[in-house]
């Protein structure tokens, strides 16, 4: 019923930065949250950040003060900008939303940090 389009991933010096985005297919005009997630080879999937309606943010700690979650309803996407990336943040970025009619996830995006 409802896709998310991540996109901006790719290669990365260490200490350099990308942005990802996350494009609806839905309105996300009334959801409360929305949220980044990643998941490195041989490890869980973890949450990165996310954001409310009103702008309220949350970030894990690995990432808190480099990585920015922001938002634009009018154009229903996502993002995630992200600074001072470290190898350890080499990982497939997921896009979240939860709607009333479920909840959806992006196919993710690659950001690999390597020198």
């Known amino acids: 019923q409802v896709q998310l389009v991540e996109s901006g991933g790719g290669l990365v010096q260490p200490g350099g930065s990308l942005s990802l985005s996350c494009g609806a297919s839905?309105?996300?005009?009334?959801?409360?949250?929305m949220a980044w997630y990643r998941q490195a080879p041989g490890k869980q999937r973890e949450l990165v950040a996310t954001?409310?309606?009103?702008?309220?943010?949350n970030y894990a700690d690995s990432v808190k003060v480099r990585f920015t979650i922001s938002r634009d309803n009018t154009k229903n996407t996502v993002y995630l900008q992200m600074n001072s990336l470290k190898p350890e943040d080499t990982a497939v970025y997921y896009c979240?939303?939860?709607?009333?009619?479920?909840?959806?996830w992006g196919q993710g995006t690659q950001v690999t940090v390597s020198s």
């Open positions: 839905r309105s996300i005009f009334r959801l409360n949250t």
């Open positions: 979240y939303a939860e709607y009333a009619s479920g909840s959806y």
């Open positions: 954001i409310t309606r009103g702008g309220s943010t």
